[in-house]
T-cell receptor
Framework: EDQVTQSPEALRLQEGESSSLNCSYT??????LFWYRQDPGKGPEFLFT???AGEEKEKERLKATLTKKESFLHITAPKPEDSATYLC??????????FGKGTRLHILP | EAGVVQSPRYKIIEKKQPVAFWCNPI?????LYWYRQNLGQGPELLIR????????DSQLPKDRFSAERLKGVDSTLKIQPAELGDSAVYLC???????????????FGQGTRLTVV
C-alpha cells in the first residue's frame, strides 16, 4: 500500500535556527513527490515537485531533496513567517496523490 | 491567472440535512480532485476526475456522497444526508495532466469548512 510518513509531527525553532523536515514514502511507481505549505484556514500552497532520486530544488530559504526512500525539506535561517504546516505528497503510477499528515513548524522570533 | 475557486467558505448544517460544495478549477486544467481534510491530518482523496470522467472514486462513501463534473469544468460535491463525522474541510484541487513539461502538481482552493451539528 502506498504510504507517506512525515516527521517530526511538530517542530519549534528559534529564528535563524536551520533544520530539516523528513518525508518517508513507499509508492508503486513514483511519478512525482510534492511539497506544499499550508497556513491555518487556507488550502495547501504548492512549493516543489521532485521527480527522481538525486534531484534538488530551492526557493528562498527552502531546499527540497529526494532519494529513493525519502525526501527532506531543509529550512535555512528560518523567519517567523515560515511558520506553517508543511505537507509532503507522492503521486503513484496510477496518478493517485497521497498526502502525509504534515509537520507543524513554528519559528519563534 | 485566477486560482481554484471554491464556495461556500463555511457551512454549518444540522445532521441529516443535505449540503453541496462547488469548485471552479484553474482554466485549462483537465484533472480535478476533491479532498477531505480533518484537523491535524493531511488531505485524503475522495474523487479524481479527468475531464468529465471520474477515474478514481474508490475513497468516496457512495452511500451518502456524490459528485459531478459536467462539461469537464466546474464540479459539485454533495453529501446527503450529512453526519456528525462529516465535519471537515473539503478541498478542491486541479492539475494539468499530460502537459509537455511533465508538470503534474495540483493547485488547491481555499476549501469549504463544513460543521455538522
Amino acid at each position: 500500500e502506498d504510504q507517506v510518513t512525515q516527521s517530526p509531527e511538530a517542530l519549534r525553532l528559534q529564528e535563524g535556527e536551520s533544520s530539516s523536515l523528513n518525508c518517508s514514502y513507499t509508492v508503486s511507481g513514483l511519478r512525482g513527490l510534492f511539497w506544499y505549505r499550508q497556513d491555518p484556514g487556507k488550502g495547501p500552497e504548492f512549493l516543489f515537485t521532485l521527480y527522481s532520486a538525486g534531484e534538488e530544488k530551492e526557493k528562498e530559504r527552502l531546499k527540497a531533496t529526494l532519494t529513493k526512500k525519502e525526501s527532506f525539506l531543509h529550512i535555512t535561517a528560518p523567519k517567523p513567517e515560515d511558520s506553517a504546516t508543511y505537507l509532503c505528497a507522492v503521486q503513484n503510477r496510477d496518478d493517485k496523490i497521497i498526502f502525509g499528515k504534515g509537520t507543524r513548524l513554528h519559528i519563534l522570533p | 491567472e485566477a486560482g481554484v475557486v471554491q464556495s461556500p467558505r463555511y457551512k454549518i448544517i444540522e445532521k441529516k440535512q443535505p449540503v453541496a460544495f462547488w469548485c471552479n478549477p484553474i482554466s485549462g486544467h483537465n484533472t480535478l480532485y476533491w479532498y477531505r481534510q480533518n484537523l491535524g491530518q493531511g488531505p485524503e482523496l475522495l474523487i479524481r476526475y479527468e475531464n468529465e470522467e471520474a477515474v478514481d472514486d474508490s475513497q468516496l462513501p457512495k452511500d451518502r456522497f456524490s459528485a459531478e463534473r459536467l462539461k469537464g469544468v466546474d464540479s459539485t460535491l454533495k453529501i446527503q444526508p450529512a453526519e456528525l463525522g462529516d465535519s471537515a474541510v473539503y478541498l478542491c484541487a486541479s492539475s494539468l495532466e499530460g502537459s509537455s513539461t511533465g508538470n503534474t502538481e495540483a493547485f488547491f482552493g481555499q476549501g469549504t469548512r463544513l460543521t455538522v451539528v
